[in-house]
């Protein structure tokens, strides 16, 4: 399992396209640099490794300056289930 933390300018539109096309749930969040200071926007989203580089597809097509961090290590079963 990979957790996915792509900082995001536009996070209703990458939230609506990894539900849509790959029926997955997202959670968004604020959070704020620590370095700038400046607001950021998180999205958070849990996929198996073999669905990686379909996110990162929707992430670059959508924001190619996003910032793209996957975590290993997520613990827990993931049954994929298509949301229609």
């Known amino acids: ?5 792509p900082e995001l300018a536009n996070l209703g539109l990458m939230a609506l396209a990894i ?4 029926g ?4 968004g969040y604020r959070g704020f640099g620590g370095m700038s200071g400046g607001d950021r926007n998180i999205l958070y989203c ?3 490794r073999l669905e990686v580089g379909n996110i990162k597809r929707i992430v670059r097509e ?4 996003a910032l793209f ?4 290590g997520a613990e827990g079963g ?4 298509r949301v229609h």
């Open 1 to 5: 399992m990979k957790k996915l933390l």
């Open 19 to 22: 539900t849509h096309d790959l």
């Open 24 to 27: 997955r749930g997202v959670t």
């Open 46 to 48: 849990v996929v198996t």
């Open 62 to 65: 959508i924001d190619p300056h």
């Open 69 to 72: 961090h996957p975590l290993s």
């Open 78 to 81: 993931v049954v994929k289930r």
